[in-house]
C-alpha cells in the first residue's frame, strides 16, 4: 500500500513523485514503459513560440501573463506561479544530481541553441553540455560529425547556421574514433565515450581540426554513466569550449536526465516499476482504490490514497483514438476535451503554425489539477492528473513540454511546498 | 531552344508511356520519352498493385479479362523481379452468395483462366484471418506487382536501346503544321521543369501515353479526347496481415479487394467521377466504406493500423459514354487521330490496366508501323527487361540481404530497410527534385514512421552529395536500374567504386526538400490518422518540430515544382462522422 | 512466423512507432553488433516475414537472449522477446536445430540420466577435458557454469521418502528440471516452508516447462511438453489449489510464454494461467491477506539482490523483495543489473558466451560494489544464481531459502534443512 501512486515514469511523472516523496509520502510509481524524455533534446522547454509557431517568445515567463490572460485553461494558466518555482526547484535538485542545468546568461530570456538541422531552438535551461552552443554567443562554430554516421550532418548543420547569421564550418572525423562497432546508435557512442582511452582519441583528433577562438558542436554522444568527468576531460584536453547538439532519439541527454531523477527517487524511498501497464481500476463513488496492471498471471493491484496521471496524451499513450474519431483516455476513461470528430483535427499542412486540434486533446483539470468533467465538476477526489495529458495545450508546438512538466507536476496533490 | 530530332516522341512515363518507348527502341527507332514529373507521377504510381490474372472481369468484361490472363503470364516472364507470386483467391462472402460464382467459375474456364475451387477450410490454413464464414474460395493466378520497379526497369529496357527518357520535362504545346483537314504533328515543345528552359522535340510520330492527362494532351492542337477519370482511392494497412490477393466474387464494385504488396496490404478500392486529375481529394465516406467492404473479407481489419491513403485516377476512356465510371469498359482504346480527326502523326494510347501496359504499347507501335512504312515485328513478349533475370520479389529479401551482408549499419530507412548506398546511387541515377521521387525508387519513408527517422538522415545524406559536383544526368547508364530496391547489388556497386555524376537537380535545396517531403507524408496521411499512426506523427511532430525546429528553417520562400502540389490539401476537411460516446463538445478555439 | 490471429504476438509490431526505446536498453546490443537490437529484429524485421516464404530472412535474430528488457521499457507494448522467438523458431523449422540445442532442449532428460549415478555424470561433465572437447564438438562454452547434478539425490526422491504434513490445506508445488536435478535445495526449502505456513504440498508428475526448447526455436516439442503439463497439473486447478512455482521461469513458460510463443490459448491455458503462483508472489499474498508468518529470526547481513529478467518478466512487482525486507537485520539491495548474461541457454553457448560475459558485468559489477564482506547474495533464476557464483565468486541462494533460514528452518551454508 502507498500513499501515492504515480502512474507514468516521464518528467511530470518523475518530478510529481519527487515532490511527493519531500513532502514525506510513500510513493510507488507505475508505468507501462519509459518516456518521452528519451526523445527530446533533454532541455527545459518552457515556451518557445506563442500564440502560434510563428511567432518565437523571447522572455518566456514574460509571455505568460499574455498566455494566462489569453487561454485561461493552460495548464500554465492554472499552475498561477507554479511554474517560476518548480524552475526553481528543478535548477537546485538537478545540481543536486551532478547534472546541472542553467538558463541564459540574462536571466528570464530564451536560450538559442542549434538543432540537429542546425536552426536556431528555444529553450529555457539547458544542461550544462549544451551551454556552450548557446547562439549569443560570438564565437564561430565548429561543427563536428563523424563519417558515415547516420544520425548527425555537420555540413548541413553548418550551412544552416550561416544562413542565419551565425558563424560556423564542418568536420567529419572517422567514426572509429569512438567505437569500432559498425551498428551504432547513440546511446552505444555515448557509452564508448565513457572510456578516457577514447575521449583522449578524440581529444587529439579535435585538437587537429580546431582553429583557435571557435567552439565545438557535437552530437550529444559525450558519455553516458560518466558523461561529467568526460565532458570534463575533452574540454580540458582540447582546449576549447565544447557543446552538445541533441540530435535523433534516443536522447543521450534525456536518458541521462533520467537516470539522475531516478536514482534520486530510489534514494528517496520511491518505488519504480516499469513494464506494468495499467489495465482496469476501481472505485468507490468518487474515490479510487486501487488500479490493476497487467502481469503473466493475475493482474497486480496497487492500492493508494492517491493517484497522480503522468501518462503523456497522445504521445505518451495516455489517450487513444479510432477510426469513428472516438478519443478517451486510457486509464481512467476521464472525460477528454477534444474536437467534435475526425474532420476537425487536422489542419492540412504538417507545419500549419496553428498545430493540428487533435493534439490539444486533453483531460480538463481545475486549479487544483484535479480532472473536472463537462460541468466542472471533479471526477474523483484522489485523482490528479499533470504533464501532457492535459487539455487546453500542444506543447510541442509551443515548445512547452518540459516546462509544463515541472509546473504541473508541482501542483499535484495540493502539497503545501 | 535546344532542339532534339527524333523518330518517336511519347508523351508520358507511365507504364505505357515506357512500354511504348520499350517497344519502339527495341524495333529499332530513335525514341524520346518525356514526362512532366517523375516516373510513374501519373496512374501507375498509384494503384494497388495488382497483377491481373482476369478473374475479375470474366463476367463484365471477358474480351479484357483475356487480355489479362494472357499479359499476365508474359509480364511474370518480362518483368520477374516486380512481381511477386501472391496468387490470388476470389471469396464468396455471406453477403455475396448467388449465382455469380458459378458463373464466375465457369467463365474462367471458357476463357482458360485457371481457376480451382478450394475448401474453405484450406483457405483458411494459408489465411488465418481470412473471414471464417466465407462460403466458397477459388484460386486463380492473381500476384503482386511494384509498378515503381516494372515502370523503371522498362525504361531501362528502352535506354539500353537506345531510347532518351527525360523526367521533369513537361509538355507546353504539340507542335502541328498544316491547315484543318489535313495537319500533322511534328513534336512538341517542351519544358525542362529543372532548369526552366523550354526544348523543341522533333518527331515522325508523337505518341499521346499521358494517361489522365492525356485529353489535356492532345487539347493544345485542339483535338478533343475525353479521358472519363475515375479517381479511385486505396489505404493501406501496416503490415501484411495476409499474403494472398483478396477479391469478393461478385461483379466489380468498391471495395472489393485486398493486396498484399511489399510490406503493406491494401484496400481497394472506390470509383468516383472527377474533374482534376492532378489534385485529388479523399473523403471520408470513402475510408469507411473501404474498411466496412474490408471487413467482409478480414473481420477486424477496421482496427489494424493503417499507414497510408491515396488516390489515383483511372484514365477510363469509351467513346461517347455517359454513364457511371464504374462501368466504364477497363478495355483500351487506341486512338488514330488520322482517320478520327484529320491529325497525322499523332496517336493516343488510353484507358485499359496495368497488366495490359505491355500489349498496349504493342498495339500501339503496330500502328505507329503502319504509318511510318516500316513493319518491325513487336520484341517485348519474349524479351526480358534488365533485372528479370533475378526471378520474381520474395518480402523477405531486403532483409536477408542486409542480414547475409551485414549492412545493418548502412540503414538509412530502417522501416523499409533501404541502406545509405541505395539512396545515394538512386539520387545519383534518377533525376531528384523531391525525397518523393527518391521514395518511388527505393521506398523511402513507406513504412510506420512515414519518414520520421529517415527523412533526416536523407537530407543530410544528400547534402553530404551535393558536395561532390552539381552536375545532372539523365542517362544513367552506369547503374543498375533493375537493382534500385536490393541492398547487396548496391553494396556492390558502391564498392566497385562505379560513381556516376550526380543526377540531383543543382535547384534542390535541402532544407525545401526535407519541408516538402514531410508535407508530402502528411497528406496521405490525414485520411488514415488515429490509433498507433496517431501516435507515431505526434512523434515524428516532435522530432521534426520540437528537437530539430524544421518549421524554421531558412529558405522559407524556396519552391520545387511539386511544392504546390504537396501543400493542396489531400482531404475533404468537413465533418463527416457522428460523434461517438465520450466526446465532449470541442470548447477549445 | 505468421500472425494467425489478430490476438497473435506479431500484431504487436504495429504498437511500434520506431523509438528506439528498446535498441537504447538491450543489454545485447550495447556489448556486440552481431546483435543489431530489438527493434530492427523485432517488429521492423517482422514485417518483412511470413509465412510459406521459400526461406526465412534471418539470421541475427539469433542472438537475441531473450531476457526481455526490450519488452519492459518499450512504452507502446510492443512483444519484442516473444516476436523474436517465433522468428527463431522460424530459422529452426526450416534450417533444423543444431545438436547442442536439441541437447539444451532435453533438459528433462539429461537431468535424469545424469541422476542415475550423480557423481560419475558431474566427474564427467565438469573436468577441463570434457569441457574441452564439449566446446570444440558441440559448441558449449568450456567456461559457462554449467550446473552439477545433486549427490543428495534428487528432490523428488527426498520428497517422496521423507515424511510430509498431511493438512486440509493444499498446494500443489511444481519444481521444475533445475530444482528437481541440481538444486533440490531449493524445492526442500519451498517445501519446509509451505509446510510451516500449515500447507500440504503435492508433488504431481509434470514435465519440463519447456524454455529451452521455446528459446532455441523447438516449437512442436515445446507444444509437447507444455499440453502433457497441462494434462497433469490443470485438474489440480480445477479443485482450486494453488499451483506453486520456485522456478520463475518455469512459472513464467506456463502462466503466459508457451500459450503466447506456440499461439496456443484455450481454456486449460487459461485455468492454468489463473492458478499459478511464483512462490514469493504467493507469500506476499498471504502477507497482504495477514496469513503469512510473521515470526522471522534476525538475519543480519548485507544481502545484494539480482533481480533477474524473467522475474521482472513477469510484471508482478518486486514480491522477492517485498518479503525479504520483512526479515528484521536483512539489508536487501536491489540491483539495477538488465540481465545476468547467462540468459537461458544462451551464454552457454560458445559464440555467445563473451557476449553474454559482458552483458552480465553490469550485475557483477553491482554485487562487488555492496563490499567484500558479503557472503551471499540472492536471485530468483537458477540460471542466475549460477551466473552470479561465476562471475562474483560469491554464493547464491535462492529468496525461499533466505525465507527457510529466516524462519530457523534451513541452513543458508550447507543449503539444507535444519
Not at chain 1, 510509481?29 to 509557431?53: C, F
Not at chain 2, 514526362?35 to 472481369?57: A, Q, V
Not at chain 2, 529558405?555 to 463527416?576: E, H, I, L, N, Q
Request: one cysteine or more; glycine letters at 8%.
Amino acid at each position: 500500500m502507498s500513499d501515492v501512486i504515480v502512474i507514468g515514469a516521464g518528467l511530470a511523472g518523475l518530478m510529481a513523485a519527487y515532490y511527493a516523496a519531500r513532502a514525506g509520502e510513500r510513493v510507488k510509481i507505475v508505468a507501462k514503459g519509459l518516456g518521452a524524455t528519451h526523445w527530446h533534446a533533454g532541455t527545459v522547454d518552457v515556451l518557445g513560440y506563442y500564440p502560434t509557431a510563428a511567432t518565437p517568445v523571447a522572455r518566456p515567463l514574460d509571455t505568460l501573463r499574455d498566455l494566462t490572460r489569453a487561454q485561461p485553461q493552460h495548464p500554465y494558466a492554472l499552475a498561477d506561479g507554479a511554474l517560476d518555482r518548480a524552475l526553481q526547484d528543478f535548477v537546485t535538485l538537478m545540481q543536486e544530481v551532478g547534472l546541472p542545468y542553467a538558463g541564459a546568461t540574462s536571466t528570464g530570456d530564451n536560450l538559442w541553441l542549434p538543432s540537429p538541422l542546425g536552426v536556431a531552438r528555444p529553450t529555457f535551461l539547458a544542461p550544462r553540455a549544451q551551454r556552450a552552443g548557446d547562439l549569443s554567443r560570438p564565437e564561430p562554430m565548429l561543427i563536428v560529425g563523424f563519417q558515415g554516421w547516420r544520425d548527425f550532418y555537420p555540413t548541413l548543420i553548418a550551412e544552416n547556421l550561416n544562413k542565419q547569421g551565425h558563424r560556423a564550418r564542418a568536420e567529419l572525423l572517422p567514426l572509429d574514433l569512438i567505437s569500432a562497432r559498425r551498428d551504432v546508435n547513440t546511446v552505444q557512442l555515448a557509452t564508448a565515450l565513457d572510456d578516457p582511452a577514447r575521449v583522449e582519441s578524440l581529444a587529439a583528433a579535435l585538437r587537429k581540426v580546431v582553429q583557435p577562438g571557435e567552439r565545438i558542436g557535437l552530437p550529444a554522444i559525450l558519455g553516458l554513466d560518466a558523461h561529467v568527468t568526460t565532458l570534463e576531460r575533452l574540454e580540458t584536453q582540447v582546449g576549447a569550449p565544447i557543446f552538445e547538439i541533441p540530435t535523433l532519439p534516443p536522447s543521450v541527454p534525456g536518458i541521462r536526465l533520467t537516470n539522475a531523477l531516478r536514482n534520486r527517487l530510489r534514494q528517496l524511498g520511491v518505488r519504480i516499476e516499469i513494464n506494468a501497464d495499467v489495465i482496469g481500476f476501481r472505485a468507490e463513488g468518487d474515490r479510487v482504490m486501487w488500479i490493476e496492471s497487467e502481469a503473466s498471471g493475475r493482474p497486480l493491484k496497487h492500492r493508494a490514497e492517491k493517484f497522480i496521471l503522468a501518462t503523456g496524451g497522445i504521445l505518451g499513450g495516455g489517450i487513444n483514438s479510432d477510426h469513428t474519431g472516438k478519443v478517451w483516455e486510457v486509464i481512467f476513461n476521464l472525460p477528454l476535451v477534444a474536437p467534435a470528430n475526425r474532420g476537425q483535427w487536422f489542419r492540412a499542412h504538417f507545419f500549419d503554425p496553428e498545430g493540428h486540434p487533435i493534439f490539444r486533446a486533453g483531460v480538463a483539470v481545475d486549479r487544483e489539477f484535479q480532472p473536472i468533467d463537462a460541468r466542472g465538476a471533479r471526477v474523483f477526489t484522489n485523482v490528479w492528473a499533470v504533464g501532457n495529458v492535459l487539455a487546453h495545450c500542444d506543447p510541442v508546438r509551443e515548445r512547452s513540454l518540459e516546462g509544463i512538466a515541472l509546473a504541473t507536476a508541482r501542483c499535484a496533490l495540493t502539497i503545501d511546498h | 531552344m535546344k532542339r532534339i530530332e527524333t523518330d518517336i516522341l511519347v508523351i508520358g512515363g507511365g507504364a505505357t508511356g515506357t512500354g511504348v518507348a520499350w517497344d519502339a527502341a527495341l524495333r529499332g527507332f530513335r525514341v524520346v520519352l518525356v514526362e512532366k514529373r517523375d516516373l510513374t507521377h501519373g496512374t501507375t504510381g498509384r494503384y494497388h498493385g495488382l497483377l491481373h490474372s482476369g478473374g475479375r472481369y470474366v463476367v463484365k468484361d471477358p474480351h479484357s479479362a483475356a487480355e489479362c490472363i494472357a499479359e499476365n503470364r508474359i509480364l511474370r516472364k518480362t518483368h520477374a523481379h516486380c512481381i511477386e507470386d501472391t496468387g490470388g483467391f476470389f471469396v464468396v462472402t455471406p453477403e455475396d452468395d448467388n449465382d455469380y460464382p458459378d458463373r464466375f467459375h465457369a467463365a474462367c474456364q471458357r476463357l482458360g483462366i485457371p481457376c480451382e475451387e478450394i475448401s474453405v477450410a484450406e483457405a483458411l490454413k494459408r489465411e488465418p484471418l481470412l473471414n471464417p464464414r466465407a462460403r466458397r474460395v477459388f484460386v486463380v493466378p492473381d500476384a503482386a506487382a511494384d509498378s515503381f520497379q516494372a515502370t523503371h526497369s522498362t525504361a531501362q529496357a528502352a535506354r539500353h536501346a537506345g531510347a532518351r527518357i527525360l523526367t521533369y520535362h513537361e509538355v507546353v504545346q504539340l507542335i502541328a503544321e498544316g491547315s484543318d483537314g489535313a495537319r500533322r504533328v511534328v513534336g512538341a515543345r517542351v519544358r525542362d521543369v529543372a532548369r526552366g528552359e523550354d526544348v523543341e522535340i522533333r518527331a515522325a510520330m508523337t505518341i499521346n501515353a499521358a494517361g489522365a492527362w492525356a485529353g489535356q494532351i492532345a487539347r493544345t492542337i485542339g483535338v478533343r479526347v475525353d479521358v472519363i477519370p475515375g479517381k479511385g482511392t486505396m489505404i493501406a494497412v501496416n503490415h501484411r496481415i495476409i499474403n494472398t490477393v483478396l477479391n469478393r466474387c461478385k461483379m466489380p464494385a468498391d471495395g472489393d479487394i485486398i493486396v498484399p504488396i511489399h510490406t503493406v496490404s491494401v484496400l481497394g478500392t472506390t470509383d468516383v467521377h472527377v474533374q482534376d486529375p492532378e489534385h485529388l481529394t479523399i473523403e471520408p465516406w470513402e475510408v469507411e466504406l473501404l474498411l466496412r467492404e474490408g471487413e467482409q473479407l478480414i473481420p477486424g481489419v477496421r482496427r489494424a493500423r493503417f499507414v497510408r491513403a491515396w488516390a489515383g485516377v483511372r484514365p477510363l476512356y469509351q467513346e461517347h459514354y455517359s454513364g457511371a465510371t464504374r462501368d466504364v469498359t477497363r478495355d483500351f482504346t487506341l486512338l488514330d487521330h488520322h482517320t478520327r480527326d484529320g491529325v497525322a502523326g499523332f496517336l493516343t494510347i488510353i484507358g485499359g490496366k496495368w497488366t495490359t501496359f505491355r500489349l498496349m504499347a504493342q498495339v500501339t507501335m503496330d500502328k505507329a508501323c503502319e504509318y511510318l512504312g516500316t513493319c518491325k515485328p513487336c520484341l517485348t513478349a519474349t524479351t526480358p527487361v534488365p533485372g528479370a533475370e533475378h526471378g520474381h520479389y520474395w518480402l523477405g529479401h531486403r532483409l536477408r540481404e542486409v542480414e547475409e551482408h551485414h549492412l545493418q549499419n548502412e540503414l538509412v530507412c530502417e522501416c523499409e530497410l533501404v541502406t545509405r548506398t541505395m539512396l545515394e546511387n538512386a539520387a545519383r541515377n534518377n533525376p531528384t527534385l523531391t525525397l518523393d521521387d527518391l521514395r518511388r525508387d527505393v521506398r523511402l519513408g513507406m513504412g510506420p514512421c512515414q519518414g520520421g527517422f529517415c527523412t533526416y538522415r536523407a537530407v543530410g545524406i544528400l547534402h553530404e552529395l551535393k558536395d561532390e559536383g552539381r552536375k545532372t544526368n539523365d542517362e544513367g547508364e552506369t547503374w543498375e536500374v533493375a537493382t534500385m530496391q536490393s541492398p547487396a547489388h548496391n553494396q556492390r556497386s558502391a564498392i566497385s567504386g562505379q560513381r556516376s555524376p550526380l543526377a540531383i537537380s543543382p535547384f534542390t535545396n535541402s532544407n525545401l526538400l526535407l519541408r516538402d517531403f514531410l508535407q508530402e507524408r502528411w497528406k496521405g496521411l490525414l485520411p488514415i490518422l488515429w490509433g498507433q499512426q496517431l501516435k507515431q506523427e505526434r512523434l515524428d511532430e516532435l522530432i521534426y518540430l520540437a528537437l530539430m525546429n524544421a518549421d524554421h528553417l531558412p529558405d522559407k520562400d524556396a519552391r520545387s515544382p511539386m511544392s504546390d502540389f504537396y501543400a493542396r490539401p489531400g482531404v475533404v476537411t468537413t465533418a463527416d462522422h457522428r460523434p461517438s460516446v465520450g466526446i465532449e463538445e470541442a470548447r477549445d478555439e | 512466423m505468421h500472425t494467425t490471429s489478430w490476438h497473435s504476438v506479431g500484431m504487436t509490431l504495429d504498437e511500434c512507432i520506431k523509438c528506439n526505446i528498446c535498441t537504447a536498453y538491450c543489454p545485447v546490443a550495447a556489448v556486440t553488433d552481431k546483435f543489431p537490437g530489438p527493434k530492427y529484429a523485432g517488429p521492423q524485421a517482422q514485417r518483412f516475414r511470413e509465412s510459406g516464404q521459400l526461406q526465412s530472412p534471418d539470421f541475427s535474430v539469433d542472438y537475441c537472449s531473450a531476457c526481455r528488457v526490450c519488452n519492459e521499457v518499450c512504452p507502446s507494448g510492443v512483444r519484442i522477446a516473444e516476436i523474436n522467438a517465433r522468428a527463431k523458431a522460424q530459422i529452426v523449422a526450416e534450417r533444423g536445430i543444431p545438436l547442442r540445442n536439441w541437447f539444451f532442449g532435453r533438459n528433462e532428460q539429461l537431468g535424469r540420466i545424469g541422476s542415475i549415478a550423480p557423481h560419475l555424470a558431474n566427474l564427467g561433465f565438469h573436468n577441463p577435458v570434457s569441457r574441452y572437447l564439449a566446446e570444440k564438438i558441440m559448441g558449449v562454452a568450456r567456461h559457462a557454469p554449467i550446473p552439477r547434478w545433486s549427490t543428495q539425490g534428487s528432490f523428488r526422491k527426498w520428497f517422496f521418502s521423507t515424511p510430509r504434513l498431511k493438512s486440509d490445506k493444499k498446494v500443489v508445488y511444481f519444481h521444475g528440471c533445475s530444482t528437481n536435478y541440481y538444486e533440490p535445495c531449493v524445492g526442500k526449502a519451498a517445501v519446509i516452508v509451505l509446510e510451516h505456513l500449515g500447507y500440504e504440498v503435492i508433488v504431481p508428475p509434470q514435465n519440463c516447462c519447456g524454455l529451452p526448447m521455446l528459446n532455441n526455436g523447438e516449437f512442436p516439442a515445446a507444444e509437447k511438453l507444455y499440453r502433457s503439463n497441462l494434462e497433469k497439473l490443470v485438474p489440480y486447478a480445477d479443485k482450486g489449489y494453488p499451483i506453486i512455482g520456485t522456478s520463475v521461469s518455469c512459472v513464467l513458460v506456463l502462466r503466459e510464454e508457451a500459450s503466447e510463443m506456440l499461439d496456443l490459448e484455450n481454456e486449460a491455458t487459461r485455468q492454468l494461467k489463473a492458478a499459478m503462483w511464483d512462490m514469493m508472489e504467493w507469500l506476499r499474498d498471504l502477507r497482504e491477506r495477514g496469513e503469512l508468518d510473521m515470526n522471522f529470526r534476525e538475519l543480519k547481513m548485507v544481502l545484494p539482490y539480482h533481480v533477474s529478467c524473467q522475474a521482472r518478466a513477469h510484471r508482478m512487482g518486486r514480491p522477492a523483495l517485498d518479503v525479504m525486507t520483512l526479515i528484521p537485520g536483512l539489508d536487501v539491495r536491489e540491483g539495477n543489473a538488465k540481465c545476468c548474461g547467462l540468459a537461458g541457454t544462451y551464454g552457454y553457448k560458445v559464440e555467445k558466451y563473451e557476449i553474454a560475459m559482458k552483458v552480465g558485468e553490469e550485475a557483477f559489477r553491482f554485487v562487488r560494489a555492496q563490499g567484500d564482506e558479503v557472503r551471499f547474495t540472492t536471485s530468483d533464476s537458477e540460471i542466475c544464481r549460477w551466473q552470479l557464483e561465476h562471475g562474483t565468486h560469491k554464493a547464491c541462494r535462492a529468496p525461499i531459502e533466505i525465507i527457510a533460514a529466516a524462519y530457523g528452518l534451513y541452513d543458508l551454508d550447507k543449503r539444507q534443512p535444519i
